[in-house]
């Protein structure tokens, strides 16, 4: 399985962005699809997960409300929809996929895309 990450860059605070990330390769092995995120210096952290199948999605506390996970099957893409982004949302954005686990610990998800770099400026 290949993720790829896309669609970071500098926003200023209040702003929104959105990330994509396409996969590729054994369709089972990506029923979940999860993003999280990691700044400088602080532990890798849980964003949002979602299923394939399934309309919905869960989020971290701490964005829930601003983020929104979708996704484009045909495109075999998942998206994180950013809105009123706070420069405490600046870190670098993975994303990650399993066949079975759907929870927020970074150690469930069996494959990683490379990060892509969100900066919020205030």
């Known amino acids: 399985v290949q993720l790829q990450a896309s669609g970071g860059g500098l926003v200023q605070a209040g702003g929104s962005l959105r990330l994509s990330c396409e996969a590729s390769?054994?369709?089972?092995?990506?029923?979940?699809m999860a993003w999280f995120r990691q700044a400088p210096e602080k532990e890798r952290e849980f964003v949002g997960a979602?299923?394939?199948?399934?309309?919905?999605?869960k989020y971290g506390d701490v964005v829930a409300g601003r983020f929104t996970i979708s996704r484009d099957n045909a495109k075999n893409t998942v998206y994180l929809q950013m809105n009123n982004l706070k420069p405490e949302d600046t870190a670098v954005y993975y994303c990650?996929?399993?066949?079975?686990?759907?929870?927020?610990?970074?150690?469930?998800?069996?494959?990683w895309g490379q990060g892509t770099l969100v900066t919020v400026s205030s």
């Open positions: 979602k299923k394939w199948s399934d309309r919905n999605a």
């Open positions: 990650a996929a399993d066949n079975s686990y759907y929870g927020s610990y970074r150690s469930g998800y069996e494959y």
């Open positions: 390769g054994r369709i089972f092995s990506r029923n979940i």
